[in-house]
């Protein structure tokens, strides 16, 4: 090794699902919508006026702060956006998570969590789930220096009631607390309502699943006004100008069409009750998932098997290799076309 590089902040970079070039696959492993986005975003592209590139976007991105103050029924000061909910989720981190305290989370759950840490040295102390893989409430009680989860968690797909939620939030009063509810939208329940009720709790959700705009890089937090402000201060810290003219208006028109994201939410969640069934008769098993994804074992075959075979006929879910994980695949609910295909391939590798 080089003497500089005794230097190099050293990290182990959290690895995103395979976005593969090739045309023609079935794509489940990344929790896309299969749903285009909102007509009203392909309008904002179609008439985009290129001039307006010349200038910097609006650094307080006010349009989509209030569109989705009204959306919520908040202060535009209770609003903050970033580039995907993992820029928001970072930035906070980097601002609420400031303690000699370790920071608690799921030991099964996003596993970008552990990496924002280790880059920020925050230390960490991660919760076992219960053997039914549900969130131990109590678990979160102990001295820390903030706490997040996300709600449903990923990748079981398992919601915890909002009760419970609270309780989490009343034992930890002292610290931010922050619900990632980045898969809420498909039958969950949101803590937003809290937010007015507890003024250390950050509620992120995101454009990528619901709203079909993974590739636009949206995401959002909801919090009081003083959460905001301290998260606000951080991103000025960092970079100015974070969302770009053109997401910024494809995120007002994905916001004021409320009836196609309940209409494409539904359809999502239609898809998946139905999986369900159909993956039973496979022969796998899974937490009952509130999102748009199924966390499923089978009874006989093993996941990495099942996904080496699924790519070979052009069908890639996601697969991890880690402990307490690696017998189960992350199946993305796709279109009810996209799962019957799935469907067949599944039943000729299971015999
Ligand atoms: N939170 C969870 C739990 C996720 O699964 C994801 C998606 N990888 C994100 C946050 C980040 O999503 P995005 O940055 O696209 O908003």
């Known amino acids: 090794m080089k003497t500089w590089e005794n230097n190099v902040r050293k990290v182990e970079p959290y690895t995103p699902g395979e976005q593969p070039k090739v045309n023609g696959i079935i794509k489940l492993n990344t929790n896309e919508n299969p749903y285009p986005p909102a007509p009203g975003v392909r309008e904002v592209l179609k008439n985009y006026n290129t001039d307006t590139l010349r200038k910097y976007p609006d650094p307080a991105i006010s349009n989509l702060c209030e569109a989705l103050a009204e959306k919520y029924k908040v202060n535009k000061e209770q609003v903050f956006v970033g580039v995907g909910s993992d820029d928001v989720i970072a930035m906070s981190f980097l601002a609420f998570f400031n303690s000699d305290e370790p920071v608690f989370f799921p030991d099964i759950t996003y596993s970008f969590y552990d990496v924002w840490a280790n880059l920020y040295k925050i230390p960490f102390e991660k919760k076992a789930l219960g053997e039914d893989m549900h969130i131990k409430k109590e678990d979160y009680y ?110 007002v028109a994905a916001v004021k069409d409320d009836e196609y994201f309940k209409n494409t939410c539904e359809s999502i969640v239609k898809t998946r009750e139905a999986a369900k069934e159909r993956l039973k008769d496979l022969g796998f098993t899974f937490p009952d998932s509130m999102a748009n994804f199924i966390f499923a074992t089978h009874r006989s075959v093993s996941a990495k098997d099942i996904f080496e075979a699924l790519k070979k006929k052009n069908i890639y879910v996601r697969y991890f290799d880690k402990p307490l994980i690696d017998n189960y695949l992350r199946i993305t609910v796709g279109t009810p076309q996209e799962m019957e295909s799935l469907y067949s391939a599944l039943s000729e590798i299971l015999g």
């Open 142 to 251: 102990g001295k820390n220096g903030g706490v997040i989860f996300p709600n449903p968690n990923a990748p079981t797909g398992l919601m915890e009631d909002l009760k419970d939620v609270e309780d989490i939030i009343k034992n930890n009063q002292d610290v931010v607390v922050i619900v990632d509810e980045a898969y809420v939208d498909f039958g969950g329940k949101s803590a937003v309502s809290f937010i007015e009720k507890y003024d250390n709790l950050l509620v992120v959700q995101t454009f990528s699943k619901s709203r079909s705009m993974a590739g636009m890089r949206i995401g959002y937090a909801l919090g009081s006004t003083k959460l905001i402000k301290y998260l606000n201060d951080v991103k000025y810290s960092f970079n100015s100008y974070t969302l770009s003219n053109l997401a910024i208006d494809a995120g």
